[in-house]
């Protein structure tokens, strides 16, 4: 047993000071790819690739975008002639408010101030449900209503997520149900 436990702590001592101790030059992870001097320091930012540019596609105009959802809209939900003007008019202009949000979403850090923008968003969608149902029939806000969670998910699955409401801690002291209010 003696024997055990003196062999293992040399093991743990030859594997602390690194199997037979320090080399005097060290290897580096990741090594040098081939032909770099290896005396010179390497540069982090030079050894990595370019990001790939963005695709134009992918950067839309607010126009572009809304002619983009008018065109799925119109064969989604059968919209009539004289339909099409009036839901272009107000998602035209839930465009706008959604854009002053995210807006000033992304320039605060304040938890009120985002709890506030996120309650302001949510009506936002509500009012621009109750303005498009006085335009399309039961149906077609059903089906609206639909394509909207469909966005959404299609969104998550692109890796794309609403940002998440920050975590409030209750106040502390008497009340919390906790003994001293902690």
């Known amino acids: 047993m003696l024997r055990y436990a003196i062999s293992l702590s040399l093991l743990l001592l030859t594997m602390a000071l690194g199997c037979g101790g320090g080399a005097a030059n060290p290897p580096t992870y990741p090594p040098p790819p081939p032909g ?35 065109a799925e809209l119109t064969k989604r ?41 996120f309650e302001v968003q ?4 509500m009012q621009t449900q109750n303005e498009l149902s006085k335009v399309l029939s039961g149906d077609q806000i059903d089906a609206y209503r639909k394509w909207v969670k469909e966005n959404r998910k299609r969104l998550e699955a692109m890796g794309v997520k609403p940002k998440a409401l920050p975590q409030v801690r209750p106040p502390s002291g008497m009340g919390t149900g906790r003994p001293g209010g902690f």
């Open 36 to 70: 770099a001097d290896s005396a010179a320091p390497r540069d982090a930012k030079a050894t990595r690739p370019a990001p790939p540019p963005m695709d134009e596609q992918k950067q839309m105009s607010p126009r572009e975008e809304l002619d983009q959802t008018m």
């Open 77 to 117: 939900l059968a919209l009539k002639p004289a339909q099409v003007v009036p839901v272009r008019r107000i998602l035209g202009q839930d465009q706008a408010r959604r854009a002053q949000i995210i807006s000033a979403q992304a320039s605060t850090s304040n938890v009120n101030e985002m709890i506030r923008l």
């Open 122 to 125: 949510h009506k936002s969608e």
